[in-house]
């Protein structure tokens, strides 16, 4: 058997939206389509502290910031002042915040996260979209490898 979860380097989800003319409306909905489009939430989620997280470092983006910036953020968007709620965000933060970097979206170096960028004239999204197909292109020709064997009636 193919220990399978050890296998797995990365994944990629990419939703292919519709760009209806309302998603230009406000920003609230384009961080909304934009999370989705990226795979940071689900289709009708309704739970909101990924898309504050993502909004608090889109605030950034041309930045250095630390966690401490996006709880203090995320806690004025909620309007939190009860400090167990604030453990709470700051946990949560820190999760998203290891999420976005386990997507290649953000980096970490020492207290410090900063949007990837390949060269300082990059737009992120630049960076994402060449590191998404490289990878593509690296699956792809794991695949061929892969059909290539099986249509060559190698291994059964």
């Known amino acids: 058997m193919i220990p399978e979860s050890e296998l797995v380097k990365s994944e990629i989800v990419l939703r292919d939206l519709v760009l209806s003319p309302d998603v230009k409306l406000s ?21 909101t502290l990924m898309l504050d997280v ?21 806690c004025s968007m909620k309007k939190v002042k009860d400090d167990g ?7 949560a933060v820190r999760y998203h915040l290891t999420r976005l970097i386990k997507m290649g979206l953000i980096e970490r ?34 695949m061929e490898k892969v059909y290539s064997s099986y249509s060559a009636g190698k291994p059964k």
């Open 109 to 142: 170096k020492k207290r410090n996260y900063s949007w990837v960028k390949e060269d300082l004239t990059d737009k992120p999204i630049e960076s994402l979209k060449r590191k998404i197909l490289n990878k593509l292109n690296r699956i792809f020709s794991n």
């Open 54 to 74: 993502f909004e608090a470092i889109l605030n950034k983006i041309d930045m250095p910031f630390n966690s401490d910036q996006i709880v203090e953020e995320v």
């Open 85 to 91: 709620e604030k453990k709470k965000v700051d946990k």
């Open 27 to 47: 920003k609230k909905k384009q961080i909304r389509w934009l999370a989705l489009s990226l795979g940071l939430i689900s289709p009708g989620e309704s739970r």
